[in-house]
């Protein structure tokens, strides 16, 4: 697995298919590109340096042995170096994103734009407050967008992910139940069709989860769900729209149910853009969510950014959402940083340095701005329409796991491919042979070989017809018997079937001097 | 393999004298596809019946063994750390996971013999 400098040969990873092999490995306009490294010419520099002073090998008690290591490139090198990496990454920009649950919309340019303009930009988190109250505004105002979509009382936002989202929902549950005086309540519901981050979130908080089954619909077994209630329950925490893609119906049910166990109810709201504008989690019974901002609310992803999870609260939580928070002071605004300026809340510490992800909330604003109430409502059905569309157009040649109509992405399994030889792995390695980045694969787990499909609604309808095509035509070819052409995909690609074992099994994480030599 | 007896989740217990060898059934290994890491108990753990005994992760997926029946773990399959692909290749041999103490003999009745697990797996379909 060391990388090779040779870069003739390279694209026969898999065997079978038509392999064309070009002298410099270079295919079309898709250009091979060793790593930086491999590519260093002792003395090459995009700027003329003077000689450098004598200077010290020695730097308190650390003296420097070997040379440091930089590679010496030309700037047009380099230049072409990045754009050329930059030329093999796939992004929203480029075309549909179809990852379950991922919700890979479009990044509108206003809220580049907004986000760009000097005051916001070059705002510093350490300003003092009252040359920052604008900034204070505009997450005070986000706030309030987020609390009246909900329908919740309080929101926490400085989470900096879904899952930090997740983890500040939780140890706001645990600080309640240990400010109650209920410390003994450790172990956490979650559903088999909930997102994967939720166990992981409960088992780091200290809690043991308890998996709920799903019922043949797709949903929680609300038997299965209620047999496990007790007085040792903490949390449910629940996935809605779950990663079937199915409104859980028994919500209210089950909300309440737990409630009258003693437990809290946390719901994940990375499914949110199938119900904004909608339904408010507040009126379902649920005590914290996460929202996503790079899903719901536009903001970029996958690569284009970091991610923005605030979490909304319910009065008996919201005492202990962490540190810092706005609040209105006088005619302006103000930070509230410490526990002693805390009053009556509870925070159970702080999550972030700062105030959360500015950038984010600045775009996240712009969307909700620009779309307005009834622009999001229509963001949600949109999204719906769209998942809809796709199952409507796949479901006479791909099994669909759980009857329709699903909200805002559908789940197929790998049933219509029984008896091809051709796996799910191998039908989403041909879509990319097709052009299209592939599905979610192989979750959620409740059913076998999952393709979890998710357009979102910035997919027009032509977009939509051209996808469901591929994937029909993909589905003939596989039922036809023609399995060489899947298991051998993709055969357009710079790099054929990777080998996923041996870079799970033994990772090449870095390069390093000597393996190359 | 007349000692073997097998779970609904797929684990195979091999018993030898108060002991019993514990690994997962050559359906499951076929399911996960490659196993790419086994996450171990420490030896002397106690677990119930039902536990949560080792994770096994496969580039598809991340799956729970759990415990056949109560004992402590007498010894673990060492060499699955730098070979997971053992779980693959030999899952009813050289693929084991832990050997442990059992303390209740009586707990094998309920399990499937090797003939009962084959008809439960043709029924999954």
Same mark, same amino acid.
């Given at each position: 697995?060391?990388?090779?400098?040779? %870069?003739?040969?390279?694209?026969?990873?898999?065997?079978?298919?038509?392999?064309?092999?070009?002298?410099?490995?270079?295919?079309?306009?898709?250009?091979?590109?060793?790593?930086?490294?491999?590519?260093?010419?002792?003395?090459?520099?995009?700027?003329?340096?003077?000689?450098?002073?004598?200077?010290?090998?020695?730097?308190?008690?650390?003296?420097?042995?070997?040379?440091?290591?930089?590679?010496?490139?030309?700037?047009?090198?380099?230049?072409?170096?990045?754009?050329?990496?930059?030329?093999?990454?796939?992004?929203?920009?480029?075309?549909?994103?179809?990852?379950?649950?991922?919700?890979?919309?479009?990044?509108?340019?206003?809220?580049?734009?907004?986000? &760009?303009?000097?005051?916001?930009?070059?705002?510093?988190?350490?300003?003092?407050?009252?040359?920052?109250?604008?900034?204070?505004?505009?997450?005070?105002?986000?706030?309030?967008?987020?609390?009246?979509?909900?329908?919740?009382?309080?929101?926490?936002?400085?989470?900096?992910?879904?899952?930090?989202?997740?983890?500040?929902?939780?140890?706001?549950?645990?600080?309640?139940?240990?400010? &109650?005086?209920?410390?003994?309540?450790?172990?956490?519901?979650?559903?088999?069709?909930?997102?994967?981050?939720?166990?992981?979130?409960?088992?780091?908080?200290?809690?043991?989860?308890?998996?709920?089954?799903?019922?043949?619909?797709?949903?929680?077994?609300?038997?299965?769900?209620?047999?496990?209630?007790?007085?040792?329950?903490?949390?449910?925490?629940?996935?809605?729209?779950?990663?079937?893609?199915?409104?859980?119906?028994?919500?209210?049910?089950?909300?309440?149910?737990?409630?009258?166990?003693?437990?809290?109810?946390?719901?994940?709201?990375?499914?949110?853009?199938?119900?904004?504008? &909608?339904?408010?989690?507040?009126?379902?019974?649920?005590?914290?969510?996460?929202?996503?901002?790079?899903?719901?609310?536009?903001?970029?992803?996958?690569?284009?950014?970091?991610?923005?999870?605030?979490?909304?609260?319910?009065?008996?939580?919201?005492?202990?959402?962490?540190?810092?928070?706005?609040?209105?002071?006088?005619?302006?605004?103000?930070?509230?940083?410490?526990?002693?300026?805390?009053?009556?809340?509870?925070?159970?510490?702080?999550?972030?340095?700062?105030?959360?992800?500015?950038?984010?909330?600045?775009?996240?604003?712009?969307?909700?701005?620009?779309?307005?109430?009834?622009?999001?409502?229509?963001?949600?059905?949109?999204?719906?329409?769209?998942?809809?569309?796709?199952?409507?157009?796949?479901?006479?040649?791909?099994?669909?796991?759980?009857?329709?109509?699903?909200?805002?992405?559908?789940?197929?399994?790998? &049933?219509?491919?029984?008896?091809?030889?051709?796996?799910?792995?191998?039908?989403?390695?041909?879509?990319?042979?097709?052009?299209?980045?592939?599905?979610?694969?192989?979750?959620?787990?409740?059913?076998?070989?999952?393709?979890?499909?998710?357009?979102?609604?910035?997919?027009?309808?032509?977009?939509?017809?051209?996808?469901?095509?591929?994937?029909?035509? %993909?589905?003939?070819?596989?039922?036809?018997?023609?399995?060489?052409?899947?298991?051998?995909?993709?055969?357009?690609?710079?790099?054929?079937?990777?080998?996923?074992?041996?870079?799970?099994?033994?990772?090449?994480?870095?390069?390093?001097?000597?393996?190359?030599? | 393999?007349?000692?073997?007896?097998?779970?609904?989740?797929?684990?195979?217990?091999?018993?030898?004298?108060?002991?019993?060898?514990?690994?997962?059934?050559?359906?499951?290994?076929?399911?996960?596809?490659?196993?790419?890491?086994?996450? %171990?108990?420490?030896?002397?753990?106690?677990?119930?019946?039902?536990?949560?005994?080792?994770?096994?992760?496969?580039?598809?997926?991340?799956?729970?063994?759990?415990?056949?029946?109560?004992?402590?773990?007498?010894?673990?399959?060492?060499?699955?750390?730098?070979?997971?692909?053992?779980?693959?290749?030999?899952?009813?041999?050289?693929?084991?996971?832990?050997?442990?103490?059992?303390?209740?003999?009586?707990?094998?009745?309920?399990?499937?013999?090797?003939?009962?697990?084959?008809?439960?797996?043709?029924?999954?379909?």
């Amino acid at each position: 697995m060391t990388h090779s400098t040779d %870069l003739r040969g390279r694209g026969e990873a898999v065997e079978g298919g038509d392999a064309i092999e070009t002298v410099l490995g270079h295919r079309g306009l898709q250009l091979e590109e060793a790593l930086i490294f491999e590519q260093d010419s002792a003395g090459s520099s995009g700027v003329d340096l003077p000689t450098a002073p004598e200077a010290p090998d020695r730097l308190g008690t650390f003296r420097r042995q070997g040379r440091i290591g930089l590679p010496g490139l030309s700037e047009p090198e380099v230049v072409r170096h990045y754009t050329r990496l930059s030329q093999k990454n796939y992004a929203i920009d480029m075309g549909l994103y179809p990852l379950g649950s991922c919700t890979m919309k479009h990044n509108p340019r206003l809220n580049e734009a907004v986000v &760009r303009l000097p005051g916001l930009a070059g705002a510093h988190p350490m300003q003092p407050v009252e040359t920052v109250q604008g900034a204070l505004a505009l997450i005070d105002e986000l706030a309030h967008w987020l609390k009246e979509l909900t329908g919740m009382p309080a929101v926490a936002m400085s989470p900096a992910a879904g899952a930090h989202g997740e983890l500040c929902g939780m140890m706001c549950i645990r600080a309640a139940l240990d400010a &109650r005086g209920d410390s003994k309540r450790r172990r956490v519901l979650v559903p088999e069709s909930a997102h994967g981050t939720n166990p992981a979130t409960a088992a780091q908080c200290g809690f043991t989860v308890d998996p709920i089954p799903a019922n043949a619909k797709g949903r929680v077994d609300l038997a299965a769900f209620r047999a496990k209630l007790g007085d040792d329950v903490a949390a449910l925490m629940l996935t809605n729209p779950n990663t079937c893609g199915l409104f859980e119906p028994d919500i209210i049910a089950i909300g309440s149910d737990l409630h009258e166990a003693g437990g809290y109810f946390y719901c994940d709201g990375a499914n949110f853009n199938a119900l904004v504008g &909608r339904v408010r989690p507040g009126d379902l019974g649920i005590d914290c969510m996460h929202i996503n901002l790079h899903k719901t609310f536009s903001t970029p992803h996958g690569g284009g950014g970091p991610g923005a999870g605030p979490v909304v609260l319910s009065q008996a939580l919201a005492p202990h959402a962490p540190l810092p928070w706005v609040v209105h002071s006088g005619d302006g605004f103000a930070l509230v940083e410490h526990e002693g300026d805390a009053g009556d809340a509870k925070p159970f510490g702080r999550l972030k340095g700062f105030h959360g992800q500015m950038g984010m909330f600045v775009r996240a604003l712009a969307y909700m701005l620009s779309h307005g109430k009834d622009g999001l409502r229509q963001v949600a059905e949109d999204a719906v329409l769209n998942a809809n569309y796709v199952l409507a157009g796949l479901e006479d040649v791909m099994t669909v796991s759980f009857d329709g109509p699903c909200m805002h992405e559908v789940l197929f399994d790998d &049933r219509f491919l029984k008896g091809s030889g051709v796996s799910t792995l191998d039908f989403a390695k041909a879509m990319i042979d097709e052009g299209y980045h592939p599905m979610t694969m192989y979750f959620p787990l409740v059913v076998h070989g999952a393709m979890l499909v998710e357009p979102t609604e910035t997919e027009s309808k032509a977009g939509l017809d051209a996808f469901i095509e591929v994937m029909r035509s %993909l589905a003939a070819r596989a039922k036809a018997g023609d399995a060489d052409s899947f298991i051998s995909a993709p055969r357009l690609t710079p790099r054929r079937r990777l080998d996923e074992t041996a870079a799970a099994r033994k990772p090449v994480l870095r390069w390093r001097e000597e393996a190359a030599e | 393999m007349s000692d073997m007896k097998y779970t609904t989740d797929h684990e195979w217990i091999r018993v030898e004298g108060d002991s019993g060898v514990i690994g997962i059934t050559d359906y499951a290994q076929e399911q996960l596809g490659d196993v790419v890491f086994v996450d %171990l108990p420490d030896v002397g753990k106690n677990l119930s019946k039902g536990d949560e005994a080792a994770v096994v992760e496969s580039v598809k997926a991340a799956a729970e063994v759990y415990a056949p029946l109560d004992g402590a773990v007498l010894e673990i399959n060492e060499a699955l750390t730098d070979a997971p692909g053992l779980v693959n290749t030999d899952p009813v041999g050289g693929g084991w996971f832990l050997k442990l103490q059992i303390s209740d003999p009586g707990q094998l009745d309920g399990m499937m013999d090797e003939a009962g697990y084959a008809d439960y797996v043709k029924g999954l379909g």
